[in-house]
């Protein structure tokens, strides 16, 4: 079986740089061998513990660590999914297929697809983490989510240990949304994801600032790597990279309001940033110009802040515990409430 770690740091494995402790870490590299740790892992877990009976350990599946705030230790086992391989398995007219290990980097995958002129998926480049856990809250960038690429998935469940397909209708992908994410949470572990590229790329330029962008790389008529090259521009301009300070991306969703909560809020704050949802009676509103308006735009509270750039992201400024960042997100959760009448949720997942 796979080397096993006990009582080892986390900072190097969450990009918030939280120095929680998990009781024991582990890698799996297949489904076999997730299996044999997870059954070490009931084995070993209550008597270590000097429990009885039925108590289990928690387990928690790791990919990057990019979306995820440790609060505390993990008195269980860690395990992080290395398993790998990018394969193209069919092919038709307009598209192809390939099935993705849900331990592969998700820009490893992206820049695979642009070598090969496989389209669908440059609009979200640079978006760090694993495959497996993209899924998880069906990712999003620039008008596109993994879903519009979706083919289905094969994940493990700890309550049979049988491998089960999820199709696209199964997953039931939502904005920054999935079963993985609510009524099956810490049931499944992913273990491939099969994409649908599109052999003609439909781009999609319109949305945030790729269309200047684009513009001011000279391009007129882009392609899919153009467009993947924009995108990286204006991410790199805008958002902080975790090697240099400690965040999890966008730590609170954008909030959808029905339509007339959003005319109500836009006749008091006539600036305020909202975007209809088509097809349905509600807006979205850009929870980050919310944060910004109650003042909290690169506030600080020890070395957990609000990002002097981006509001939408917490930051770790180096010795941040969870538990502050957890609380500078509830200190930011009630001044919107109180000034906007708008509640936000958390988009990262706290364990
Ligand atoms: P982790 O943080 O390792 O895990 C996240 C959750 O998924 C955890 O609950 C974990 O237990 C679970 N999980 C992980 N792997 C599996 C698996 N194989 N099976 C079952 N459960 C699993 N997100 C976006 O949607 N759009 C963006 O544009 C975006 N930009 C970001 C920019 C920055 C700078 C950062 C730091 C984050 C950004 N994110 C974005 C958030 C994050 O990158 C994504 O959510 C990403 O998919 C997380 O992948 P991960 O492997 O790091 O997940
Ligand atoms: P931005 O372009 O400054 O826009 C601010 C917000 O307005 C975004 O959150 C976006 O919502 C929304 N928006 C912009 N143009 C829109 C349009 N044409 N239609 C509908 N909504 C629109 O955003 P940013 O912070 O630089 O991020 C750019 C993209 O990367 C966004 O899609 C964002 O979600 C994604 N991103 C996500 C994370 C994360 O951790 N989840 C981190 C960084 C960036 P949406 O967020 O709903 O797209």
Redesign the pocket.
Known sequence: MNSILEHVSLKPY??FGIDAHARYLAEFSTPDELAALLSWGSRSAPKAEGRQGTDVWPV?????????LFTRDVDGLVLR?RIEGIDLIDEDEDYVYVQVG??ES?HGFVEHCLARDWAGVEN?S?????V???P??????YGVEIKDVFQELQ?WSYADGRIYTFSLNDCAFGY?ESV??RQYR?E????TVTFRLPKKPVLHTEYGAIREELERMGVREPGIRDVSKAVIAI?RGR????AEIG????FFKNPTVPDEQFEALQAEFPEIVGYRNTGTDTTKIAAGWMIEQCGLKGYRHGDAGVHARQAL?LVNYGGATGREIYELSEEIVVSVRQKFGVDLER???V?
Request: aromatic share 8%; hydrophobic share 45%; charged share 10%.
């Open positions: 969450n990009t928690l599946v790791l990919g990057g660590g990019s979306n995820i999914n849900a331990g998700w979200l640079l978006i760090p983490g694993s497996g856990a993209a998880m809250q069906n990712i999003g960038a994940a920054r993985f994410k810490g499944f572990v992913i273990l991410r958002l902080p990279d975790p965040n999890a991306g966008s992201v988009e990262v997942n364990f």
